[in-house]
């Protein structure tokens, strides 16, 4: 009996062994809404140091002269409302998408069936070239999720040379994900491997497009939505994606760059925030719990409980208005004034301190009130309505659309790190509404802030195989210990055996 209880053991260690060896991740956070909805949860997302120097990516074409980085400005469309996306062209003969752009999520998803809130859809059966890989897939954000099946088709994108072949997802149901309002029919996650569904060997569209096309891994973004009304009937404001580089005159002053702390989401890491001149004290660590990440498909800028908790009371005591009601808040009350009379002035800059590539220095990007307190609609044309772009996490600080919208963001995948610059179309009012500044020292702070590292897949492999060599080793010993106390000095197995006697007890 004793063999039979150390066999059963044995196999449940190293099931649990091999349990450990694959890791899930849910992607959290996204979608947009066109009209403000005080019971939706409203979202959003942050980063270190260097200026911009003469490395080949600050050039007006990438240094190998695939792609002209002229030809991509102004490809995009939309709002931080109702996302930011762009006319992408799938399958053959090819038929038109508007796709949203989002950097915190790595699957490539278009609608493959008719929805009431989408206008058309990629209808696989028209292609001759997509192709299904038999494999299902689901993915679930903060507010809906979608399902549907995996395959593979040409795409071909505005100023990138050739028709590379991509892994899509086609959406075939869907709860949540797409919204009235808004003008878009798919997904285009630009994050990395690790966050791919079901799993990383789904290779992300920027990944196989610098495969296929040779452009180098870098792609930047420029959202142009600042201080403009989600209800707006005016046409959207539009923006910039420039696959393979930097283009250099869609910012102003130097690039500062902040190293990428873990390459699934673009994770960043951040040492403080301040409220006008206010330094909230908190521990760093509390501003990179559970991650720090950087979120183009995020509406607002989301903090950890605690540290938006020390936002509000410090905004609520630095601004000029007083008892501001609690719903504002947390999202579920707009605030309005006299139409014409707009508020920022009452307002404080908020500004968040990030790591340089030298790890002793750091910067500091700070938003003006314009993009924080982000007007929503007009009431019988007297009042001008406002919410709260700022909103509590429970996934870690999310950089979303409500600061990036400042600035001119560089994912440089090939140096691991992430760029901002003060964008050119940052302006309202005919006034700067974001800055940097820096270096300042990072003496005061930890020399790592980040609350705890991703565990990769490589490594629970790792951990797996040396649990398993444990389990050997401990079932040689236990059978060497086992065969020694079997048999008495005859070599008989008795009734005054240790055996029969813990078999009985």
Known sequence: CLWIVASVALA????????????????PLKIFIGTFNSSLDLDLTPLKLIQASGNGLSLASDPTGIVNFLDMVTNLQGD???????????????????????????????????????????????????????????????????????????????????????NIATILSSNGFFLPGVNWQGILGLAYPLLAQPDSSVEPFFN?????????????????????????????????????????????????????????????????????????????KEYNQDKAIVDSGTTLLRLPVNVFNAVVEAISRTSLIQDFTSGFWGGTKLACWLKGETPW???????????????????????LPQLYIQPITDVDGRLDCFRFGISSSANGLVIGATVMEGFYVVFDRAEKRVGFAVSRCAVNGGLAVSEILGPFSSADVASDCAAGGLLKEPLLWVISYALMAVCAVVLLILLLLLSCRHRDRSGEITDESSLVRHRIK
């Not at 449940?12 to 992607?27: D, N, V, W």
């Not at 390459?263 to 006008?276: R, T």
């Open 12 to 27: 449940l260690f190293i099931m649990l062994c091999f349990g450990m060896a694959k890791s899930l991740y849910t992607i």
């Open 80 to 166: 931080s409302g109702r996302g930011y996306y762009m006319e992408m062209t799938l399958g053959t003969p090819g038929q038109k998408l508007n796709i949203l752009v989002d950097t915190g999520s790595s699957n490539f998803a278009v609608a493959a069936a008719a929805h009431p809130f989408i206008t058309h859809f990629f209808n696989t059966a028209l292609s001759s070239t997509y192709q299904s890989t038999g494999r299902g897939v689901a993915v679930k954000y903060t507010q809906g999720n979608w399902e549907g099946e995996l395959g593979t088709d040409h795409v071909r994108i505005p100023s990138i040379p050739g028709t590379p072949t991509i």
């Open 208 to 284: 196989s497009v610098v495969r296929q096309t040779g452009i180098p891994d870098v792609f930047s973004l420029q959202m142009c939505g600042a201080g403009l009304s989600d209800s707006t009937t005016a046409d959207p404001a539009g923006g910039s994606l420039v696959m393979g580089g930097v283009e250099p005159t869609l910012y102003s002053g130097s690039m500062w760059y902040t190293p990428i702390k873990e390459e699934w989401y673009y994770q960043v890491e951040v040492l403080k925030l301040e409220v006008g001149d206010q330094n909230l004290n908190l521990d760093c």
């Open 345 to 367: 002035r009452f307002f404080p800059k908020l500004s968040i301190y990030l790591r340089a590539t030298n790890n002793s220095q750091s910067f500091k990007i700070s938003i």
